[in-house]
T-cell receptor, first 116, second 113 residues
Framework: AQKVTQTQTSISVMEKTTVTMDCVYE???????LFWYKQTASGEIVFLIRQDSYKKENATVGHYSLNFQKPKSSIGLIITATQIEDSAVYFC?????????????FGSGTQLTVMP | EAAVTQSPRNKVAVTGGKVTLSCNQTNNHNNMYWYRQDTGHGLRLIHY???????EKGDIPDGYKASRPSQENFSLILELATPSQTSVYFC????????????FGSGTRLTVL
């Protein structure tokens, strides 16, 4: 069965620094998709970035990038030059793309606080 | 911009009562989902739908029913609400496919007394 684990419950960083949030996953499928979503203090949940398992290069969108380490079943989210408005809960999620479960499975989330 | 609207935003219900949470999307997406969010559990899938007339069970369907009468609308029904169903519920929509990105509503906070 697929599983997504985020062990960091909360992280605090100073503004304009770089932060990495960890996520490890379990799957029996050779093809899968990994996602990061952000939940703001208002409760809004938005998609940030995606990594396809068959791609070797790490995905990058704006000041978000991923550290995809397939042998370690790890997909870290890196935020560079953090801003106050990056304070939020970040969820890692996975969907199997082959014959496995089609459902999107979420981790428990990491609360990021960016301090001025 | 994708739009998923949930109603009500807040709901207080009594144990044993019937509760209906509604979701409307204007994205013309095939797929719709209901998740609940509880501290320490992230988002857990209750029911989902591939299109009008279809509903499927997710990871935690017990105590919940779903209805998809049209492409735009997807409801979550608690026939006999219990305090353990106190939670925040999110609806989402997406285009069918493994790389599907979900668009979420603003959530409904349900309290069952």
């Amino acid at each position: 069965a697929q599983k997504v684990t985020q062990t960091q419950t909360s992280i605090s960083v100073m503004e304009k620094t770089t932060v990495t949030m960890d996520c490890v996953y379990e799957t029996q499928d050779s093809s899968y998709f990994l996602f990061w979503y952000k939940q703001t203090a208002s409760g809004e949940i938005v998609f940030l970035i995606r990594q396809d398992s068959y791609k070797k290069e790490n995905a990058t969108v704006g000041h978000y990038s991923l550290n995809f380490q397939k042998p370690k079943s790890s997909i870290g989210l890196i935020i560079t030059a953090t801003q106050i408005e990056d304070s939020a809960v970040y969820f890692c999620a996975m969907r199997e793309g082959g014959s496995g479960s089609w459902q999107l499975i979420f981790g428990s989330g990491t609360q990021l606080t960016v301090m001025p | 911009e994708a739009a998923v609207t949930q109603s009500p935003r807040n709901k207080v219900a009594v144990t044993g009562g019937k509760v209906t949470l509604s979701c409307n999307q204007t994205n013309n997406h095939n797929n719709m989902y209901w998740y609940r969010q509880d501290t320490g559990h992230g988002l857990r899938l209750i029911h989902y739908s591939y299109g009008a007339g279809s509903t499927e069970k997710g990871d935690i369907p017990d105590g919940y029913k779903a209805s998809r009468p049209s492409q735009e609308n997807f409801s979550l029904i608690l026939e006999l609400a219990t305090p353990s169903q106190t939670s925040v519920y999110f609806c989402a929509s997406g285009v069918r496919g493994s790389a599907e990105t979900l668009y979420f509503g603003s959530g409904t906070r349900l309290t069952v007394l």
